[in-house]
């Protein structure tokens, strides 16, 4: 891997790590790209206060020490600002608001929960119910038609324990969007190496058949997280016995154009 855009800080309050040593560990890792793209402050409207996201108040912090490390490394390694934001469809234009005064590059979808997350359902509790699975397509597919997302990470983060014909149904219209509007989704490391129901052949397989590109991601919430040559090898043996295109890098949209994330 030259390139990686999922990647936590500390802020999110399960990761570990300072953002430098990061830096310093994907730089001796033999990476040239680094993304740090820590879960969003989500602006909640009814009191609720997430636990596993960074506060609205922590943004400006993010972007500063990214921003900093940005230049300090400039010469050694190309650092990215992003999030990792759910797509709520009640809170998300409140979010883009908050983002707006900051330079973010980038945001990936990583929905992991259905329907809200202060009353809603993990996306990777197991669940046998069609109900859960079609809502989980249509909330990342709604997420998508916003025009905001750079990817999607763990795609296949939706833990359905039922039969493959009806996964089949779901997840297949999902990939022709994902291939449609031209997002790939992420083959994550970490849930290879925690031995997570992710990644699941099965949806690559789909994503496969429906010429879905694809992207590895290490999802770092550790600096021990950030070289795993042995979850990589598997995650490019998996792409190539599939037939899967593998991206190595990705173009990310200029600040104040069409394709920009605010």
Known sequence: MIAN??????????ASGTQREFVETAIASGFRIWGFSDHTPYPFDNGYVSRIRMLPE???SYAEETLRLQREYRDQIEIHLGL?????????????RLCEGFPIEYLILGQHAVGEESDGIYSGFPTAEERVLAAYCDQVSAGLDTGCFLYVAHP??????GDEKTYEKHIRPLCRKMKELGIPGEINLLGMLDH???PNPLFWRIAAEENVDA???VDA?????ISLPQCEKKAVEMAE???????????LPSSGTSNSPL
């Open 5 to 14: 855009y999922h990647s936590h800080t500390t802020r999110c309050h399960h």
């Open 215 to 217: 992207v590895i991601g």
């Open 156 to 161: 296949d983060l939706i833990n359905y324990t």
């Open 241 to 251: 016995q599939l037939h899967l295109r593998l991206l190595p890098r990705l173009d």
């Open 196 to 198: 997570r129901n992710y």
């Open 84 to 96: 990792e934001a759910e797509y709520y469809p009640r809170h998300f234009e409140a979010l883009l």
């Open 58 to 60: 922590e943004l400006e």
């Open 221 to 225: 919430h550790h600096v021990r997280n």
